[in-house]
């Protein structure tokens, strides 16, 4: 049965999602928060997909997040990680319990933080948070979007607990059967193999990216970059195993992601280009490997490696040499963190085990009781994002 999904992003992922969704038989609705992401298809110019999905579609276009919401059954969160928490504050006033919301893909615990938003209004909607996007590719243009691959494996978690099934059901209505249920929000925030990846192939491509080089992205992960991106999955690996969660390795990405078979991850990576499905390396330095990566992926993956007694010196590494080399503070540009305060909590393994989907009810422990404490934000001060009220109220699920 077709089905009416909207999708916040107007980017290579929404563009290909949308793709995707229509050859499915269902029908997409775009909407771009800055207008520009769509003027053309709002001029009822069709979007053109090539690549892995050919199809050629003319999808609706909303003006507004109201509308959105309003047109649609099922939202997807569909643009950088940087973009998340404007989009979930735009969107949160006008989602109703009958809506399902997907975050494609999970950055940085949007989840846990739409469900805050929700539960001041009284809403109790399912949310499912992906590991990855359903889809790769890049944007052409306004109008049309190159996809690389469509995965054949993503892992997901919903929230409530409780809707988990049907949103499995959902999820598998719409894409198809390629998804893999995993233990909670902090196995699918571990899940997600991007910004260690991108970090260490643009940490080995930064001069080409500055250059504004067309190059081949699977090429160029030589042995010694495709071993750098070993390591750095051995330590997100040891911190999920701190945890007691079971996550994907890369090798299992890159194989279920790209359809080449095992082997060392630059070995697999010249099997991706060999077969053409290699894609393109970022050509500017203002590439979403470092702006959105670094503070959305990588400081997440440092901050849970923290709260688990078990610090990732490379990961942490990689956020301050990147820091350095753009003059900015990555770390403290993650603004969705920074309204949740992570810092201000501590994990073990059982707390990353049990758990209801709002990541410990906001990280203490994961548990479906209620009683859990938090500090209430102040909100004074819109422009701070940092929890400063000492009064403590109960976190509701």
Known sequence: MSKT?????????????????????????????????????????????????ETTLTPRIADSAATLARENDVL??????????????????????RHHVIVSSHASLGAVYLMQLLAERGVVAP????????????????????????????????????????????????????????DGLLA???????????????????????????????????????RLLEELDRERLEIAQALGLEVRTIFEHFHLSFHVPVASISEMNQQMHAQGNGG???????????????????????ALGRLAGHPAPLHEAGIRIFSAMYGRD???ENQILAALDLDRFSLGRAEGRREDGAFASTCQRVTRAGDIT?????????????????????CRN
């Open 5 to 53: 999904v909207g999708l916040a992003g107007a980017g290579s992922i929404a563009f290909g999602t949308a793709a995707v969704l229509h050859e499915a038989g269902h029908d997409p609705m775009l909407w771009s928060p800055s207008g520009a992401g769509t003027a053309e298809l709002a001029k009822g110019e069709a979007l053109r997909a090539t690549g892995a999905v």
């Open 76 to 97: 997807i969160i569909a643009l950088p990680g940087y973009g998340h928490k404007t989009v979930l504050d735009a969107l949160a006033p006008h989602i109703e319990d």
């Open 127 to 182: 949310i499912t948070a992906w590991g990855t996007t359903i889809c790769t590719g890049r944007r052409q243009s306004g109008t049309e979007v190159k996809v690389n691959t469509v995965r054949s494996r993503v892992d997901l978690c919903t929230v409530p607990e409780d809707r988990s099934a049907d949103a499995l059901a959902l999820c598998q209505a719409l894409f198809g059967d390629r998804f893999q249920p995993r």
């Open 188 to 226: 699918i925030s571990l899940s997600n193999l991007n910004p260690q990846n991108h970090m260490g192939i643009a940490l080995g491509n930064i001069t080409r990216m500055e250059r504004g080089e067309t190059r081949s992205r699977g090429q160029n992960v030589t042995p010694k970059v495709g």
């Open 280 to 302: 393109t390396g970022p050509a500017t330095a203002d590439s979403r490997y470092v702006t959105e990566d670094v503070p959305y992926g990588l400081v997440l993956t440092a």
């Open 330 to 332: 990555f770390e403290a």
């Open 374 to 394: 938090k500090k209430t934000p102040y909100r004074g001060n819109k422009k701070s994002h940092h929890w400063t009220n000492k009064e403590t109220t109960p």
